[in-house]
């Protein structure tokens, strides 16, 4: 069971408060973006990824980039002097938006941008969720194509909210798998999704949906002693239903092994044991 | 050219502020609809339209109905005692949200829905826009395939941002076309499109992609003293650039002819015309 985030520490432009404005485009539009890091002992993991990936991001929607430093410093701030102060875990997330506007969609001239932060109470998560593996479902919701955003961590997240109301009980579904309008394979509904097939490693090509998680590309290019190649390409819901081994990825999580989808149980099997074990020690 | 719109009067659940929490799920996901509505006189025009579009939107993201005679309530206040209190015509923006949330994309039980009602400055366009109509361009930026959300109102907006941004002079070119991933004319960043040949008139199919205008709807379910069929299905844009006649619609312009679109001059024709007069005399 997930542990309710019920406290939560606030950083908005530097201030310790907890609105923005209505005018706010993030709110308006949802014209932002957004990463959500894991924290440890006061060190956001994978920072310099996180970041990489929400300048990229910036680049795409064309909003001013973030000044690195700034945010580094206000996440240190909301360890080291909000309510967080001497919690060893933490889960840290940026929101950036263009900032204020006007009513329309056209982009106002020296809007700054808004940046939030916020610390969150680290979820807990069952220690048999990585060691035994979980119970995925398979969406109803598809995820529709939309290369002009595919792979960004947007704010524009109706199809992931439509999906995961599909189900309630996720003390037994700890996950949902979300097809595309086409019927490919593409991601769960807060994680990304490899499987292991005749000594392949496979995890769907996100060209036209989906987005891109820190933990799928620290996947991809690391390197494994372990006799598989990569592939990201597309993926059909039969070949995925017969796969040797499944896992999914975030940054919170990790890597969780898939035990069940649909009524197949799958093993935990050397591979995703061996990457799931090298991303941890990456991630120390 | 048009007036920014600097004046603004904003109730957030009953009250006078202009901020709403950064856990709202409309900041944190666009995780909401939203309407914008002609006002003149204190009345909110096609107000019955607005509010089943924003009910049938409701349904599709399984949200909570929106107490009708509230949000009437609410509108008048704005007009009646906020500083619009004496104005002829304004814009009424409603933005309806999922309410506050926790980090996840899962729905917290019991959650209240944000209701945001912005009375703003009504925009200043050129006489002549409506007169002799107006000059688009085609946008580059195509609108992506999502069944799911087709039609509806909401806060996921990033497409028509981006769309948007393409062009600045806005004094010569008042709208940008969008087309679909599959190259079929869908809407305007901010408007419905129709379009007249060979004695019918024609408007794109919005069920992968698009927003259902009120004013749109209004005009296809409209008796007209002409000798026209209407058509809602699949346009090329060769087939759209060789109209005879083209209009753009939205609640605030109401009908605009277009005059010009790439190298090709449009007159205003005969239907345009009509159509225009019905629609303006059913908005008095």
Same mark, same amino acid.
């Given at each position: 069971m997930t542990q309710q985030s019920t406290l939560i520490s606030t950083l908005v432009n530097g201030e310790f408060i907890d609105s923005v404005s209505v005018k706010d485009r993030g709110f308006q539009f949802g014209d932002g973006l957004f990463e959500t890091i894991a924290v440890a002992n006061n060190k956001p993991l994978l920072w310099d990824q996180h970041i990489q990936r929400l300048k990229k991001g910036c680049e795409r929607l064309k909003l001013p980039l973030p000044d690195e430093s700034q945010l580094h410093d206000e996440a240190l701030s909301l360890f @080291?002097? &909000? @309510?967080?102060? &001497?919690?060893?875990k933490c889960v840290l997330k940026i929101i950036y938006t263009r900032g204020e506007g006007g009513r329309g969609y056209q982009l106002a001239k020296n809007t700054q941008p808004t940046r939030v932060l916020q610390c969150h109470v680290w979820p807990v998560y069952p220690d048999a969720n990585k060691v035994n593996g979980i119970q995925i479902r398979l969406c109803e919701s598809r995820l529709g194509h939309n290369p002009l955003l595919a792979g960004l961590k947007h704010l524009n997240r109706l199809e992931q909210i439509i999906a995961r109301a599909e189900w309630q009980n996720y003390d037994d579904i700890s996950e949902g798998i979300m097809l595309d309008i086409e019927g490919h394979v593409i991601e769960g509904t807060m994680s990304n999704v490899f499987f292991v097939q005749d000594n392949e490693l496979i995890t769907p090509g996100l060209e036209k949906c989906g987005i891109n998680g820190v933990i799928r590309d620290l996947i991809l290019t690391t390197q494994y002693d372990l006799n598989i190649t990569h592939s990201v390409r597309n993926v059909d819901l039969q070949e995925f239903s017969c796969a040797d081994e499944i896992f999914i990825t975030n940054s919170l999580i990790g890597v969780w092994p898939v035990s069940q989808f649909k009524d197949v149980s799958y093993p935990v099997g050397p591979v995703t044991k061996h990457i799931s074990q090298t991303i941890e020690k990456i991630l120390q």
């Open positions: @080291e002097e &909000g @309510e967080f102060k &001497g919690i060893d």
